[in-house]
């Protein structure tokens, strides 16, 4: 291979790794403390025999109380409640309800 053919693939290195590096995010800033939220959703379509939810809050010091359940096709309602706290990471409790009928229940 000629010079001028290895400095043609060496530029064309260097533009694509310059525009693959442009291209990349930049990184994120902290923004300061977390902001409390809270959500809630709730499924429940007897017809479809539909049911599931989840409820999630965090508050302004980063904990995180929150779950979710599901009614599973063998008719067990699955459960999982968790909390998220510093390092401790996504720490869960899972409970299983067997031949539950959740329809009409209180939520």
Known sequence: MSSGKWIVCALAIVCVSVRQAAAAPAPQEDSGPPTPYEYKYDVEDQEKALYFGAN??????????GGYRVLLPDGRLMTVEYTVEGDSGFVPKITFEDNANPFGKGK
Do not use: L, S
């Open 56 to 65: 999630e809050a965090g508050d302004a010091q980063g904990k995180v109380i």
